[in-house]
């Protein structure tokens, strides 16, 4: 018998089960974002295992898959990928260019 914790986001590709309750906090943030003039951004924190990598996930397909949305563009940065085996500064070096290129293909 296998025990221990899982730590796998959930992708919400089947409009599965609201199993960590983050629905109502993605539909608000959601909202935030289409209602605000200005362009911004968003950090998310919380522990690890809390549901930010789902949170995100779920926001991502509702903003993508909303084809009435057309005057926002977003993109993903995975930061903890950009910092492997890196030092501080290389670990930024490496997020902007990820930012810049993601801008450029906008």
């Given at each position: 018998m296998k025990?221990?914790?899982i730590d796998e986001p959930v992708n919400y590709k089947d409009n599965e089960d609201d199993k960590l309750g983050i629905n109502?906090?993605?539909?608000?943030?959601k909202e935030f974002i289409e209602k605000t003039?200005?362009?911004?951004t968003i950090g998310i924190q919380g522990e690890w295992g809390s549901g930010k990598t789902s949170l995100l996930n779920r926001l991502w397909k509702e903003l993508?898959?909303?084809e009435?949305?057309?005057?926002?563009?977003?993109f993903w940065?995975?930061?903890?990928?950009?910092?492997l085996l890196k030092t501080p500064e290389e670990t930024l070096i490496s997020i902007v260019a990820d930012i810049t290129n993601q801008i450029s293909e906008l």
């Open positions: 025990t221990g914790i109502d906090y993605a539909n608000a943030l003039d200005t362009p911004m993508e898959g909303d009435k949305n057309t005057k926002i563009e977003s940065i995975n930061t903890w990928e950009h910092s």
